[in-house]
């Protein structure tokens, strides 16, 4: 019963390693819709 809070703390540890391993070498997709916003002339300064 000694090692189960060390059990915790380690499997925690692993998870957050692995997710950090996930997300930087995840190759994540460049959004492809074109986007197209009328700005009006009143809002840039003269």
């Known amino acids: ?3 189960v809070p ?3 703390v380690f ?3 692993v ?3 692995g997710g950090a391993i ?4 995840w190759d994540i997709p460049a959004p ?3 986007m197209e ?3 009006p002339d009143d809002r840039f300064p003269r």
């Open 32 to 34: 492809i819709a074109t």
């Open 1 to 3: 019963m000694r090692n």
């Open 22 to 25: 996930f997300l930087a070498t």
């Open 37 to 39: 916003k009328v700005i």
């Open 15 to 17: 998870l957050i390693v």
């Open 6 to 8: 060390r059990l915790i």
């Open 11 to 13: 499997t925690v540890l």
